[in-house]
């Protein structure tokens, strides 16, 4: 499969815990963007990476949210302290980033707060 | 601030025939639109994309139209079959600087129903 791959798929915390989304580009794309979509709403632009460089993270909220894509591996979007207003689908997408060219994205991490 | 806007929450139509979803948009910046497609509990399926300087472009049964002095753009499905039944997102985007190309903005989407 050389589609984006998010893992995992699924992930429950409880309040207070840390979670840790992965993503794994297109083969070929080194272009990595993540959104969240929260219940009954559309998706939301979060940040912008390239390798080793955060490009764009106007949308990450200031606090307990950050993101990194490492020269190797899979990007990581990682949330601190979870609250239950964490709860919702995160997606990530992935381009070849050269000129205006589409976002493929995986099929998300649904991250559920206890 | 909503700069991306799908008035339609949902859109009902019979198997065979054209369905029109519509997008509007403020940011004058935007200069790269595209459709999703999206089943629950999956990712957005990319559709088909048109940039500023052109005014239509087609991929088999979906063609999208940009009118840009009135900041909307459509996408046409013809004919419309079942299987298209989904949550339909137009997107926008601007050039980040350099050649590459930023965060998308979506709408709200757009529920397609196709009847048989």
């Known amino acids: 499969n050389a589609g984006v791959m998010q893992n995992p798929r699924h992930l429950v915390r409880r309040r207070g815990q840390e979670a840790r989304l992965r993503c794994s580009p297109m083969?070929?794309?080194?272009?990595v963007y993540w959104y969240r979509q929260l219940p009954e709403e559309g998706l939301k632009f979060m940040v912008y990476?390239?390798?080793?460089?955060?490009?764009?993270e106007s949308g990450m909220p200031k606090e307990r949210f950050s993101a990194e894509f490492p020269k190797e591996g899979p990007s990581i979007l990682r949330i601190q302290q979870v609250v239950r207003g964490d709860s919702a689908a995160y997606f990530c997408?992935?381009?070849?980033?050269?000129?205006?060219?589409?976002?493929?994205f995986g099929d998300g991490t649904r991250l559920s707060i206890l | 601030d909503q700069q991306v806007k799908q008035n339609s929450p949902s859109l009902s139509v019979q198997e065979g025939r054209i369905s029109i979803l519509n997008c509007d948009y403020t940011?004058?910046?935007?200069?790269?639109f595209l459709w999703y497609k999206k089943y629950p509990a999956e990712g957005p399926t990319f559709l088909i994309s048109?940039?500023?300087?052109?005014d239509k472009n087609e991929d088999g049964r979906f063609t999208v139209f940009l009118n840009k002095s009135a900041k909307h753009l459509s996408l046409h499905i013809v004919p419309s079959q079942p299987g298209d039944s989904a949550v339909y997102f137009c997107?926008?985007?601007?050039?980040?600087?350099?050649?590459?190309?930023?965060?998308?903005?979506f709408g709200q989407g757009t529920i397609l129903t196709v009847h048989p």
């Open positions: 997107a926008a985007s601007a050039n980040a600087g350099g050649t590459s190309y930023g965060k998308l903005t």
């Open positions: 990476l390239q390798k080793e460089n955060i490009i764009d």
């Open positions: 997408a992935s381009s070849q980033g050269q000129g205006p060219a589409p976002q493929h």
């Open positions: 048109i940039s500023s300087i052109k």
């Open positions: 083969k070929g794309h080194s272009h």
């Open positions: 940011n004058s910046m935007f200069d790269y």
